[in-house]
């Protein structure tokens, strides 16, 4: 299994980054799928999550209306479109199977 997340960066405050999680070794279209992140000096937490299918998805209360969370089975990826960007949105990056394997993470920096 091996998923790697990549579109991260350096974003000012109300920009926009659209995170890409590409995954193999699984039959992804079978499994949600989640982002999380990790800020300095705290724990990682959840930020959405979306279905096998596309048709449920999840948000944290905290990214609820800015971030969108998304998937092409075709080609086994899941995104997440983030607007609105705040400092605090700071953190690195992961997406997650639902059998709990990690990709390695990208960093997003909100500054100005």
């Known amino acids: 299994v091996q998923l790697v997340e990549s579109g991260g960066g350096l974003v000012q405050p109300g920009g926009s980054l659209r995170l890409s999680c590409a995954t193999s070794?699984?039959?992804?279209?079978?499994?949600?799928m989640s982002w999380y992140r990790q800020a300095p000096g705290k724990e990682r937490e959840w930020v959405a999550d979306?279905?096998?299918?596309?048709?449920?998805?999840n948000y944290a209360i905290s990214v609820k209306g800015r971030f969108t969370i998304s998937r092409d089975n075709a080609e086994n990826t899941v995104i997440l479109q983030m607007n609105s960007l705040k400092p605090e949105d700071t953190a690195v990056y992961y997406c997650k199977t639902s059998f709990g394997s990690w990709g390695q993470g990208t960093q997003v920096t909100v500054s100005s």
């Open positions: 070794g699984f039959t992804f279209s079978s499994h949600l």
């Open positions: 979306i279905s096998g299918n596309g048709s449920s998805t």
